[in-house]
């Protein structure tokens, strides 16, 4: 089947520690995006990525990192300089090249929480 | 300035009556996307209906139908005899060149709408 999936489901991290979430699509799909969505709240863009081996940042980038090395995948690691967290992450991904007539499909999510 | 307000928190209504949930939206672009998501308890976001700025006409898909309307900057939309099944949280977004922004979606904060048996 195509489609987003994204791995852990939960996912704990310790204080000072780096964590990476992991976003596979198998839908040929050009450009990724991920997402952080905190209770009560809409999804706020973290970083999208176009094309293999670039990216931009989005409006909440700060204490994130991303790379794309293949077109199917594109991890996210949220890094010790990111003091709160705690949030579900959602990966998504749209046919073309992030224009703004895509429609982006999203995957299952995982559930970062801090020990 | 929030560029997409969904004004109603939580909506609950017993099943089989219509509802409606409200999206208004804020942008200077002449060509932009309006979209809407449903995220069931398990998480995932299913997109149900894109929508262009240039294209008012309302639509029906079963019992969901959308409501746009340039003049109010509103793409409201809704379900018609509701089911348990549609108890979920339901997002409206727009997608647009102008401020700079990056390529992504602008969510609104969602409705949580409950539908009790």
């Known amino acids: 089947d195509g489609g987003i999936t994204q791995s852990p489901k939960y996912l704990f991290r310790k204080e000072g520690q780096n964590v990476t979430l992991s976003c596979e699509q198998n839908l040929n799909h050009d450009a990724m995006y991920w997402y952080r969505q905190d209770p009560g709240q809409g999804l706020r863009l973290i970083y999208y990525?176009?094309?293999?081996?670039?990216?931009q940042k989005g409006d909440i980038a700060e204490g994130y990192s991303v790379s794309r090395e293949k077109k199917e995948s594109f991890p996210l690691t949220v890094t010790s300089a990111q003091k709160n967290p705690t949030a579900f992450y959602l990966c998504?991904?749209?046919?073309?090249?992030?224009?703004?007539?895509?429609?982006?499909?999203f995957g299952p999510g995982t559930r970062l929480l801090v020990l | 300035a929030q560029k997409v307000t969904q004004a109603q928190t939580e909506i609950s209504v017993v099943e089989k009556e219509d509802v409606t949930l409200d999206c208004v939206y804020e942008t200077r672009d002449t060509t932009y996307y309006l979209f809407w998501y449903k995220q069931p308890p398990s998480g995932e976001l299913v997109f149900l209906i894109r929508?262009?700025?240039?294209?008012?006409q309302n639509e029906i898909s079963g019992r969901y139908s959308w409501n746009f309307q340039k003049s109010t900057s509103s793409f409201n939309f809704t379900i018609t005899a509701s089911q348990v099944v549609d108890s979920a949280v339901y997002f409206c977004a727009l997608s647009e060149r102008s401020g700079g922004g990056a390529d992504g979606l602008t969510f609104g904060k969602g409705t949580h709408l409950i539908i009790q048996p």
């Open positions: 929508r262009n700025s240039f294209d008012e």
């Open positions: 990525s176009q094309i293999v081996n670039d990216f």
């Open positions: 998504a991904s749209s046919p073309g090249l992030a224009a703004i007539s895509e429609t982006q499909y």
